[in-house]
């Protein structure tokens, strides 16, 4: 059975140079690397990727492998503002640009060898359309993109975050189910910090095809692993009773949203590195 490999996030340090985060992550041990696509705000951005897709995503590529790293993920957000861009917004013409860039990324992904995309599930539009009607459009959006995934080797799936449509736990099982194939870049914290337990979040688990990792407690995003209310250990053991085959993202950030500038994401990805790893180990034995 493929063994669950570590990456970490590119976007847990963006105090330093691309190159540099390479380095580090290199020589934090991990398998692979997830890069973030984020327009605003990642050191490299869709805008300037996208224009040479083949020779920036085979730059990425080379980078990588040079330091030992897959591309586990590659996670296109198309502006800080989540809603401006959304996938399901009310307005044609920038769901037409969604879907463009959207496939942007498939093509940029398969160039730089990546084994996995992430996007949002859309948002909903107070003030001009009911929440039952922007959810209906994610769905339509979201089959549009399983379907052009479905022409690759790439696994695609969607991470609901807070600000969502989908906040409730039975709300993202719904949303898998109403789309055929679709999966989950699965992140506990965005649960926790909405007040569900780690009980209740984990019927999600058998959706996801990433994961990503780090502390949180009720009413925090994140938080130290001292502080920190989910289970990892318990987590790696469901995933191994699952079959799971996917990556594990440490996903530490540092940005002022939700206080996420708070946390020494250095020492705190170390700490759960070693929690995971351990995990792994334990419930993997030689």
Request: proline fraction near 5%.
């Amino acid at each position: 059975m493929k063994n669950i490999k570590i990456s970490c996030a590119d976007f847990t340090f963006p105090l330093l140079p691309h190159d540099k985060v390479l380095d580090l992550v290199a020589m934090l041990d991990c398998d692979g690397i997830d890069i973030g696509l984020f327009t605003g705000r990642s050191h490299i951005q869709a805008g300037t990727e996208f224009t040479e897709p083949e020779k920036n995503a085979r730059l990425l590529q080379q980078k990588a492998a040079d330091r030992g790293l897959a591309i586990a993920d590659i996670y296109l957000q198309l502006d800080n503002d989540l809603a401006r861009f959304a996938i399901n917004h009310p307005d044609a013409s920038i769901r037409a640009f969604a879907r463009e860039q959207f496939l942007k990324l498939i093509e940029y992904a398969q160039y730089a060898g990546a084994e996995h995309i992430t996007c949002l599930p859309g948002m909903t539009f107070p003030g001009t359309e009911l929440p039952e009607e922007s959810v209906k459009r994610s769905y339509e959006e979201l089959y549009w993109r399983v379907e052009q995934v479905r022409k690759t080797k790439l696994n695609f799936s969607v991470e609901c975050h807070v600000g969502a449509p989908y906040t409730k736990p039975e709300d993202v099982v719904t949303l898998v189910k109403s789309v055929p194939g679709l999966q989950l870049t699965l992140d506990y914290t965005h649960f926790i910090r909405n007040g569900y337990t780690q009980a209740q979040a984990d019927i999600l688990l058998p959706y996801a095809n990433h994961f990503h990792a780090r502390g949180a407690q009720p009413g925090r995003l994140q938080s130290p692993v001292a502080e920190n209310s989910i289970d990892y250990e318990k987590i790696v053991r469901q995933l191994k009773e699952k079959n799971y085959t996917g990556w594990i993202g440490l996903e530490y950030i540092w940005i002022k949203w939700e206080q996420c500038n708070q946390v020494d994401t250095l020492s705190e990805t170390i700490l759960l590195r070693d929690i995971i790893l351990k995990s792994l180990a334990k419930n993997n034995p030689a």
